[in-house]
């Protein structure tokens, strides 16, 4: 797509969004549930489900998705639509893109045996290889734009909030600070 067709497309979305802004509050969600044995959580993703289970460093045997490369996968996601959309809009052919997502984590701090272990993927690092004509001024700006506008890479600044209640019953606010 370029950059011209991209505007073209956006255009009456931005207007809309600058006319009513609570029209651009857009609604998202995933769903899981137990429905399978084991410390396993099946997600239902738009390729089927996905059943998530303990990382071989937590005590899983590996059969089973781990959610942090999840994370990074969804990472992957936003962040190469979002520099192949700013790309386009900043008229930067593409020819192909390979794109990773590394970090790691402590697993002392998720098992609680290290209080001081922190708990969460580290170090994430997102590495894009393009085969493209640009310089490296406006490669950096493609870096720099793609980070600001990723939905998923901001996300990760802000902790989410967990709600558990029994069915049926109350809810119980369960606030995460960092």
Request: glycine content about 10%; some cysteine.
């Amino acid at each position: 797509m370029d950059s011209t067709t991209l505007r073209e497309l956006q255009a009456p979305l931005k207007a809309t969004y600058r006319a009513d802004p609570s029209a651009a509050r857009t609604a998202l969600a995933a769903r899981a549930d137990y429905r399978d044995a084991g410390i396993t959580c099946t997600v239902d993703g738009w390729a089927g489900p996905v059943r998530a289970g303990l990382h071989a460093a937590t005590g899983g045997d590996g059969s089973d998705a781990c959610s942090g490369d999840m994370l990074l996968q969804a990472l992957l996601a936003c962040a190469g639509v979002t520099l192949r959309s700013v790309a386009a809009a900043l008229g930067i052919p593409l020819r192909s893109a390979s794109l990773a997502a590394d970090g790691f984590f402590d697993a002392r701090g998720t098992l609680g045996v290290d209080r001081d272990a922190p708990i969460g993927v580290q170090h994430i690092v997102v590495t894009v290889d393009l085969d493209c004509d640009a310089d490296d001024g406006a490669l950096d700006r493609l870096a720099r734009t793609t980070e600001k506008y990723c939905v998923v890479g901001q996300s990760l600044r802000e902790p989410a909030r967990f709600v558990v209640h029994r069915s049926g019953g109350p809810a119980q606010r369960m606030d995460h600070e960092g």
